[in-house]
């Protein structure tokens, strides 16, 4: 007979807020083969785990339920806490009464209750029937995949590499770089950003263990931890990059023009392209859509130009003088083993033309970004400030934090850099222009961050007007060209309305494009907002929901550039920890075969997915034998064996039908 | 006391019973009356899983697996999906109706599907009132 004892985290207020700890305690008692019921505050604490450990040792229980949160999570640690008493292992059944219960059903208290105690029921008719198990051990692929190839990728990468792993670095756009690249300075250092990252870029290239893979997506992913076998997508480029020398003859002669997505369309680039000067390969690619030689050859099947490649000869002007373009050229898949990823995918900000109360349709209004792109050295201005309507220098400027974070119409999250990155326009404009009118709506000025309050105290005396209130009512264009902004100044407790020469909307943080699907791929979950969601915000920061899979920077949400760096170098810490010591550890749940049971039909043979199942000869008989260490622990066997000669330990057949009867009767 | 109903969900780790911790973790509510069982994959549940449940009592029986080429053992759905399909066509012959089974994919970040789906499900029971099968029948 199992002695079970059964195990009551109160998990602070998590559990007992909502589920009455004691009569869920007295029902446990009355259930069949439980001894004892214990309760405790926090059951995965020392002390918690040692009440366990205690009854184990003095022999009172040999199985044991926690009652808890999910075991996603805990069930590793009160495994632990079983082996170091003594007792096997998979003795162990938690019942999940906080994510599934107390959280989920916290206004019904009642039901809460009551479900916490059929919960617990099925926990403990699952684990009357459980079998001692061992743990097995496979072999890690010592190489990790960065996927992303901004601020954060980079950084993360780098560590890798320089920790001796070979390091995949896939990256959507033609080059590395990211958001950072188009970033004009970085506060609160008012470094150049493109002075501190475009070495990075070059290191990173450079590195002998760090592959570039550009203008390539993540296509399927197979596996899990320890063997990721992944396909990457690199897209056609239409020009052959081992041939390509950079010089950018291709990107001055190719007719075609289309806006330029790299400074957010405020000026014009070709079909041929190399995304920006300073770009890590720099190497062009040929924008399919765009390119005439394409679009003649989908119209009529003959092409209307190769100037690229063949030059313009009457008028003495040569094609790529590499002789690199290649129109032939295919997606390529690629097949990639890794034993752990890091996703830094980033952030994508949020367009004007949702903001029609701030008239999206002027051309001097500008989100943050095209702002940012316009006070660069290498953006459409070359750094000049110019209205983009009429090229004239403007003399008044009003920007507006907020727009669409904080707002319950879009984002209720705060995108936490615009306050900043406000303050640094400001000051680089007044640094530039002393003249120049600032005018600053916050709601609220957030500036909390090392050096972050002094640089708004400075930027501040630099006569910049900073009006507190809530959010700007509307932004109109007037006749004469200007806009009249019009807002409330709680300071003043009285409405403002002034005439700007331009407007610069800082616009919300969301994540980049894709950013569901690929967690998708790997299983890793995202929040209501829709970033990566990490395991733990505060104890697992940098994991994700798929073990072995971690990431960094803005796809777990909004943050500045030194949290990034922070962020990406604990994800390489973290993967490297994993990978490095090259084995892994697996669970014990298999699928075994008692062959005396085996009738030899051989149904389950083509069944599994991973080809452990073979038919071995046995007393004179084909049987089928399962190869434990090909199995992945899936249990379509199990459930397909015509006589049930399949054990699927760790969630047997006996111990589920126990579960369901548990749940199922009154 | 009032009938409630009773619904068993099996779902598989890698996908809905994430989803169902993740609709915990951001206070989506559902019904109290759904209750879950962990499987490594939806491929494990036999069919004599949802029979067992019906001929206990359950209400309702709801599968949830990963969405297509998201399964962590790559195929572990179809194979899912292929048994369902053939137990839902045997329901009606046990004396239920096939609406009390169902079968979606949640993967692991839809707290909110999950929570949804939860609450659908329930409601939809309550329509059909309690199983037929309750109190003991032959199956």
Not at chain 1, 291 to 303: A, I, V
Not at chain 1, 394 to 404: D, E, L, N
Not at chain 2, 35 to 47: A, D, F, L, N, T
Not at chain 2, 114 to 139: C, S
Request: one cysteine or more; aromatic letters at 8%; glycine letters at 8%.
């Amino acid at each position: 007979m199992p002695k079970i004892g059964v195990y009551v985290c109160h998990c602070g207020e998590n559990i007992a807020g909502a589920v009455n700890i004691e009569e869920v305690m007295n029902y446990a008692k009355t259930l069949p083969d439980v001894v004892l019921v214990k309760n405790y505050l926090f059951m995965c604490s020392d002390p918690g785990q040692d009440i366990i450990k205690q009854d184990i040792k003095e022999g009172k229980v040999d199985r044991v339920v926690v009652a808890a949160c999910t075991p996603r999570t805990h069930e590793p640690i009160f495994r632990d806490a079983l082996e170091s008493a003594g007792l096997n292992r998979y003795f162990l059944e938690m019942a999940n009464i906080r994510d599934q219960d107390s959280w989920a059903h916290w206004h019904d208290k009642s039901g809460a209750t009551e479900k916490a105690k059929r919960l617990i029921r099925s926990a403990v008719a699952k684990v009357t029937f459980a079998e001692p198990l061992e743990d097995r051990y496979g072999d890690m692929e010592k190489s990790v995949m960065v996927i992303g190839g901004g601020v954060a990728g980079m950084f993360a990468a780098l560590d890798l590499a320089n920790m001796g792993l070979k390091v995949y670095l896939v990256e959507r756009q033609p080059s590395i770089g990211g958001m950072m690249i188009k970033l004009d300075k970085t506060f609160p250092t008012m470094d150049c950003s493109a002075c501190i990252l475009t070495p990075k870029m070059v290191e990173v290239a450079q590195h002998p263990n760090i592959e570039l893979i550009n203008y390539a997506e993540v296509d399927a992913v197979k596996g899990y931890v320890g063997n990721f076998e992944i396909t990457v997508k690199k897209k056609a480029r239409y020009i052959d990059w081992d041939k390509c020398t950079g010089c950018g003859v291709c990107t001055q002669i190719c007719p075609a023009r289309v806006p330029n997505e790299y400074n957010y369309n405020m000026d014009q680039r070709r079909a041929a392209y190399i995304e920006f000067p300073q770009a890590v390969p720099k190497k062009a690619v040929i924008d399919r859509p765009n390119c005439l030689y394409f679009k003649s050859m989908e119209k009529t099947g003959k092409p209307a130009c190769q100037i690229c490649e063949k030059g313009i000869p009457p008028k003495g002007i040569q094609g790529c003088p590499a002789d690199a373009i290649k129109f032939d050229d295919k997606d390529e898949y690629i097949n990639l083993k890794v034993g752990s990823v890091i996703i830094t995918t980033g952030y994508k900000v949020m367009d004007k033309s949702h903001f029609k109360e701030y008239s999206p349709h002027s051309k001097d209004v500008v989100t943050a970004m095209e702002f940012e792109r316009i006070l660069s050295a290498t953006g459409p201005t070359e750094g000049e400030l110019k209205r983009p309507s009429d090229g004239t220098k403007p003399k008044t400027i009003a920007m507006i934090s907020c727009v669409g974070s904080r707002d319950e119409r879009y984002h209720s999250y705060c995108s936490k850099v615009c306050c900043m990155y406000m303050l640094k326009h400001a000051r680089i404009l007044k640094e530039k222009y002393p003249d120049i009118k600032l005018y600053l709506f916050f709601i609220d000025v957030r500036t909390a961050g090392k050096d972050f309050e002094e640089f708004y105290v400075y930027t501040r005396e630099l006569g910049v007007k900073v009006i507190r209130g809530g959010r700007v009512s509307s932004v109109d264009v007037k006749p004469n060209g200007k806009l009249r902004v019009r807002g409330f100044d709680v300071d003043l407790c009285s409405p403002v309305e002034l005439e700007a020469d331009m407007v610069v909307l800082a616009t919300a943080i969301e994540p980049a494009t894709g950013t569901e699907e690929l967690g998708r791929l790997f299983a890793a979950t995202c929040g209501r907002e829709g970033f990566l969601r990490e395991v733990h915000t505060k104890l697992y920061p940098v994991e994700t929901a798929s073990k072995g899979v971690f990431l960094a920077g803005c796809v777990q949400g909004p943050k500045d550039i030194p949290e990034s760096i922070a962020q990406s170098r604990a994800a390489a810490s973290a993967a490297a920890a994993l990978v490095i010591p090259g084995k892994i550890k697996f669970e014990a749940i298999i699928a075994e075969v008692d062959r005396e049971k085996c009738s030899s039909c051989g149904v389950c043979v083509p069944l599994c997915p991973y080809g452990a199942i073979k038919l071995q000869e046995y007393k004179g008989k084909e049987k089928a034998y399962i190869e434990p260490a090909l199995c992945a622990g899936c249990g379509v066997c199990a459930s397909a064996c015509p006589s049930m000669a399949i054990t699927f330990h760790g969630f047997t057949t006996e111990q589920i039908l126990a579960q369901i009867d548990a749940l199922a009767e009154a | 006391m009032a009938w409630e109903p009773r619904l068993i969900v099996i779902a598989c780790q890698w996908c809905t019973y994430q989803g169902a911790d993740l609709a915990g973790s951001l206070r989506y509510s559902y019904p109290p009356t759904v209750h879950i069982i962990r499987v490594p994959c939806s491929g494990r549940v036999e069919p004599e899983f949802i029979a067992e449940a019906l001929k206990k009592g359950a209400d309702g029986v709801f599968i949830g697996g990963c969405h297509f080429g998201d399964c962590h053992y790559k195929e572990g759905n179809y194979k899912a999906i292929r048994r369902f399909k053939l137990f839902k066509r045997l329901a009606t012959d046990l004396g239920v109706e096939p609406e009390r089974i169902q079968l979606e994919w949640i993967s692991g970040s839809e707290g909110k599907r999950f929570a949804e789906a939860m609450t659908e499900f329930d409601a939809k029971i309550r329509e059909l009132g309690p199983n037929p099968l309750k109190g003991g029948a032959n199956v």
